[in-house]
């Protein structure tokens, strides 16, 4: 039997046969079947309200109870739930740091004779990100402070590619992006450790010494024969301001690619979010206030883009409950961004465990504030291993 569904409603997997209701004029002009969430998202966009469904030629898992236990009963277009999704997000994530790893010692040892383990890497992070883009964003908040060099080029790489992908930027063009937010910093390596493992504010000398990372690794990467242009943009621009206070070149505005633009919003969100010893950190909900709040040379349009694309309380991050419950955001709600699906992992008020997955949209409930892992004593990599991977 056909079955009418609000697009909020709509998973991968299932087929659609018509448009029931929509705010514009643009139809679905063939029936078919939604493959991912950029086809949602994509209707989506087109203003598309109510469709039509065909469950016998649907392929997504249809329970009785919908939705209730989102790290089983979501599918993918690739048949995989939302654990293994996490799982395999995660040892993506773990392989991109031992890449990262060994191209450090490369440098530190002499210099960079090509970059094919780093290309390898990052196509597969393009793939996953078309795969399981909610569950890869996780993973750039599992942050381990004793690691940051590694994990602020990685998270970067990542947040740049669903960045990339929200701005429906064409595939090859997201593994030049990535490769550019991966090897972005690589210039570190060659800096002093006082300087770079300095614990407090940098005097103007050093700071100035400090931005010579982007040199050195344009030094390094540029007489590599398989590094693109693009990656080289990126490089060089992801401290450019648009009110020409950036460097190394004080660019201003227009002077600045969109990727440069996009590069410099990466860098300081995934930078805000991670612990540094001369500053706080800020949860990502906040991170994203203070860089729309204040002047941080930072293009405002691209901005808000950015917040659409990882969600004003991005996934993974940690939420209370008007309920007084604790919950991580785990999927997007694109028609109603206030209101993503969450796992509620801990009732404040009963002070026991109380594991479940809700729809915020569809509960009277609501996220009032951002939780700090620190505040509660959690392991997020623990806490997901523990709810959601395989055993």
């Keep these: 039997m056909l079955q009418i569904i609000n697009i909020d409603a709509l998973l991968p997997g299932m087929f659609i046969v018509k448009v029931i209701k929509q705010a514009g004029e643009i139809t679905v002009a063939t029936p078919g079947k939604i493959n991912d969430q950029q086809d949602i998202n994509s209707l989506i966009d087109k203003g598309i309200l109510q469709v039509q469904i065909d469950p016998a030629k649907s392929t997504h898992l249809n329970t009785d109870d919908g939705l209730n236990d989102l790290g089983e009963t979501y599918l993918n277009a690739s048949g995989l739930s939302y654990n293994q999704q996490l799982e395999d997000s995660l040892i993506l994530h773990n392989q ?15 210099k960079i004779a090509d970059i094919e383990e780093v290309n390898n890497i990052m196509q597969e992070i393009v793939n996953k990100a078309f795969e399981c883009d ?31 992908r929200s701005l429906e930027i064409e595939k090859s063009t997201l593994q030049h992006l990535g490769v550019g937010a991966l090897l972005m910093d690589i210039g570190m390596v060659k800096l002093p450790l ?32 398989d590094i693109n242009k693009i990656s080289l943009t990126v490089i ?26 996009m590069a410099a919003i990466v860098d300081t969100y995934d930078s805000l979010t ?44 940690l939420v ?41 949209s569809e509960v009277e409930d609501e996220i009032v504030d951002s939780v700090s892992p620190d505040d509660f004593d959690i392991g997020l990599s623990a806490f997901l291993r523990q709810s959601f991977f395989s055993k």
Excluded at 241 to 253: A, E, K, N, V
Excluded at 330 to 356: C, G, Q, W
């Design 274 to 317: 991670t612990s540094r010893p001369y500053r706080d950190t800020f949860e990502p909900a906040d991170a994203l206030k203070k860089m729309q709040a204040e002047d941080l040379g930072l293009d405002k349009e691209l901005l808000s883009k950015f917040i659409s694309c990882i969600g004003a309380n991005p996934i993974g991050s």
């Design 194 to 225: 006082l300087l770079t493992q300095k614990t407090d504010s940098l005097s103007v000398q050093e700071s100035q010494r400090m931005q010579r990372h982007i040199d050195i690794a344009l030094k390094l990467l540029e007489p590599i024969e």
């Design 236 to 261: 060089k621009q992801h401290h450019e301001r648009i009110d020409g206070t950036g460097y190394p070149d004080r660019l201003r505005g227009e002077q600045i690619s969109q990727y440069g633009r």
């Design 320 to 360: 209370k409950l008007a309920s007084g419950k604790l919950a991580m955001v785990m999927r997007l709600n694109r028609l109603h961004p206030l209101s993503p699906n969450v796992m509620v992992f801990y009732n404040l008020t009963t002070k026991i465990d109380e594991v479940a997955q809700l729809d915020l």
């Design 134 to 164: 909610d569950a890869l964003g996780i993973t750039t908040l599992l942050k381990d402070n004793d690691e940051y060099f590694l994990e602020h080029s990685i998270n970067c790489a990542i947040l740049m590619v669903m960045f990339g």
């Design 96 to 110: 991109a740091k031992t890449i990262q790893g060994r191209l450090i010692k490369r440098v530190t040892n002499g």
